[in-house]
């Protein structure tokens, strides 16, 4: 079945500092979305990619859909402590409508 | 808007037990979504309704597992028997895009089992 892998699996900052992580697969997808998951919680929903090559920012959020459409990529800046939490890529194609998932980057910021 | 609503948070059961979850998607949202995560994983399709019939199960463990949708609407998962290997958190979602093309997926909080 169709993998993804995502990295890295873990990341402790600062407060302040971008991060940036990605997500390959061996498959091609013609959506690419990032979620946020907090403990407890389902995750949530914080870009979606439509369109390869596709570049898309939600605040201090950006995400590229990769031109391949095997990979994306996720941009926070200026990191928050609120940022805490697991970040996961989520692959869909036309023909099996559910998602793919990446197996999660967890984040750690330092006040 | 409301979310996806799922219930109970939370459930305990014992090996061998019998458990059912519910889920209310968001409304006119015509698929449904159940996931199963694994503790340090990512989400894993379960089953996927388009409005009351089953579009993939093929992910589905039939010799326990079971899931309805049978006005559209609401559904329920259901574990019978459940093995210590099921304990994780189940989630629903739900999108509103039509067959052949993808879509947004939005969650529900989940429900966390945990099989003693």
Redesign the interface.
Known sequence: GQQ?N?SPQSMFIQEGEDVSMNCTSSSIF??W?W?KQDP??????LI?L?KAGELTSNGRLTAQFGITRKDSFLNISASIPSDVGIY?C?G???G????T????TRLQVQP | EAGVAQSPRYKIIEKRQSVAFWCNPISGHATLYWYQQILGQGPKLLIQFQNNGVVDDSQLPKDRFSAERLKGVDSTLKIQPAKLEDSAVYLCASSSRLPGNTDTQYFGPGTRLTVL
């Open positions: 993804l995502q013609n959506t979305l979620y407890g919680e389902g995750p949530v929903l979606a439509y996961f989520a869909g194609d036309t099996r409508r559910a998602l998932f990446g197996s999660g």
